[in-house]
């Protein structure tokens, strides 16, 4: 199966990452790589694996950048990557020993958060469709996001791919502060009744950030997992804030123009 199956990456400056990532892909006899024109070692890194096609294209949204990378790829399957996700070993057998079912298009897999290359006991992170048919599959935006869309029945896997981002803190608040001003666009001119529970409570702007700190220290165990526990509190926390920020001011610049 592992042979059928092309894994596909997109990559922006992942110096600090893509090594790793590429350590636990030995089974796979092409990666297709779709780079943002990286100006850091990430191309250098991405050289050195024979294996690796890169294809590079100016960035414009997610969505778009998967969709390049299915129309480059010629397996069946698809195994969509972040450049900080590694695919443990056991997920690699889990998929090795799949016996494919002609309804099901897609499987999703579960994440570990890592912090510093320790996995914690608890994550924000939801499932998300990793592996597909790649006929089947086509992506959307999704705020700062993207997802894909599936033709056919999905199914969860057991094993685990760990999330684990070693870039730089200042690089990590750049990034947040980009997404933050997207969701919060989003979460505002979405319908109430459209918004999942997770952007319900973030609309509560006042108070989100404070939940999702008691709920990572206290619902997902992150108390347990000492200072790491805290640091991704924190991370959460400080994100959450960004947003609430976000929201306030676009709320009150809105609110400023209706009364002009």
Request: aromatic content about 12%; some cysteine.
């Amino acid at each position: 199966m592992l042979d059928q199956i092309t894994p596909l990456i997109l990559t922006y400056n992942e110096a600090a990452n893509i090594g790793r990532t590429l350590q636990q892909l030995t089974w796979a006899k092409r990666i297709v790589v779709i780079d943002s024109f990286s100006d850091d070692e990430t191309l250098e890194i991405l050289s050195k694996c024979d294996r690796v096609q890169v294809l590079q294209r100016k960035f414009d949204t997610f969505a778009s950048q998967c969709n390049f990378g299915l129309e480059r790829i010629t397996s069946e399957w698809v195994l969509s990557l972040d450049a900080d996700y590694l695919v443990t070993d056991k997920l690699a057998e889990e998929i090795l020993g799949l016996s494919f079912k002609p309804e099901v298009n897609a499987y999703r897999a579960r994440f570990k958060y890592c912090v510093f290359g320790k996995p914690l006991r608890g994550t924000l992170l939801p499932p998300r469709t990793v592996l597909y048919r790649r006929a089947s599959a086509t992506y959307q935006d999704d705020g700062h996001a993207h997802r894909v869309q599936i033709i056919g029945e999905t199914e969860t896997l057991n094993g685990y791919i760990y999330h684990d981002d070693r870039k730089t803190l200042s690089r990590w608040l750049k990034s947040q502060d980009r997404y933050m001003q997207i969701e919060s666009k989003k979460i505002l001119f979405t319908p109430y009744h459209e918004l999942g529970l997770g952007d319900r409570i973030r609309k509560a702007k006042y108070i989100a950030p404070f939940i999702i700190l008691i709920y990572c220290l206290i619902l997902k165990g992150g108390i347990l997992d000492g200072w790491r526990g805290w640091y991704y509190a924190f991370q959460r926390m400080l994100a959450e804030m960004l947003l609430s920020i976000y929201l306030i001011e676009l709320d009150n610049s809105i609110t400023t123009t209706e009364k002009l």
